[in-house]
């Protein structure tokens, strides 16, 4: 007795008809399209074997449903973009939605072999996104935006960077004016010790930058009671007397050591005292 060939979910012999394999298993035709065809994105009706199924991410069309939703032509072997689950036409969909050229205004092509570059809400096509000064592309470089045109940073710096008064070299980014004159933050340092003034205090003398410790090491008066340099600056007061000064916290009785500022004071040699202290002497 012939062995018999049934498909494999009905259990129907198969011999005299159409069947088809999956997985090595015989299906007759009906079973096959119950479990194993897709259904229509547009139409939802069974997308049988012996009609074409197209397929895109997980979805399926008849090729007679595979329809730009816009405009209704087939894209069966048509070049297509999707938005939002919708297929179109590449027409339909680059007047819904493609952006147009800062530089050419005309429409960015989905697909059409070049980049579409971006800033600031504005786009471009990658050839038409140049440094206004040399026409070159900018591409992923690094550029500068002034005015509304867009500069490669060697021609920005050529063309409007100023040059830093120390070091001659273009200031990108930041700087410092110093006597109407600008400067790179780093090159703007105190004259005697190079530590960056930009941000700190300072002073100036014959048109060169000290901090002020350098300053008032170098210039300053000397408290003549506790030899630290007297600064003068930020209001600080001080007292002179015959060529010698006096730190405020520091013009003190020598003997009895109350503070003498506002007050009448002798002398006695190196030494300052109050009148009282003073009738010993």
């Known amino acids: 007795m012939a062995e018999r060939y049934d498909c494999t979910e009905c259990k129907e012999t198969l011999y005299g008809t159409k069947y088809i394999l999956q997985d090595d298993n015989p299906y007759c035709i009906k079973c096959y399209e119950t479990l194993f065809s897709n259904i229509c994105e547009v139409c939802q009706l069974q997308i049988s074997c012996t009609s074409k199924d197209l397929s895109y991410n997980d979805r399926h069309w008849h090729s007679e449903c595979f ?17 939002d689950d919708m297929v179109m036409c590449i027409e339909c969909y680059s007047n819904e939605y493609s952006a147009k050229c800062h530089s050419c205004l005309k429409t960015i092509m989905p697909g059409e072999g070049s980049k579409k570059m971006e800033h600031k809400a504005n786009s471009w096509h990658e050839n038409c996104f140049t440094c206004n ?53 780093e090159c703007f340092v105190c004259i005697a010790c190079k530590q960056q003034l930009a941000g700190q205090r300072f002073t100036s ?59 009448g004071f002798l002398t006695c040699k190196d030494d300052v005292l109050c009148p009282n202290c003073g009738k010993d002497f």
Not at 164 to 185: A, E, L, M, N, R
Not at 234 to 258: A, D, L, T, V
């Open 133 to 185: 000064r040399c026409q070159q592309p900018i591409g992923t470089r690094s550029f500068v935006q002034k005015d509304t045109n867009n500069y490669c940073l060697p021609c920005y710096e050529k063309q409007f960077a100023q040059q830093c008064f120390q070091c001659k070299k273009p200031i990108t980014t930041g700087g410092v004016i110093y006597h109407d004159q600008p400067w790179h933050k």
């Open 205 to 263: 003398r014959d048109d060169f930058a000290y901090c002020l410790n350098c300053f008032c090491n170098l210039f300053a008066k000397k408290c003549a009671y506790c030899t630290t340099p007297i600064s003068g600056l930020g209001g600080s007061k001080y007292i002179s007397f015959e060529q010698r000064q006096w730190h405020n916290y520091c013009f003190n009785c020598k003997k009895c050591h109350e503070s003498l500022v506002g007050r």
């Open 67 to 83: 329809l730009c939703c816009k405009c209704n032509r087939s894209l069966v072997e048509r070049p297509f973009a999707t938005k």
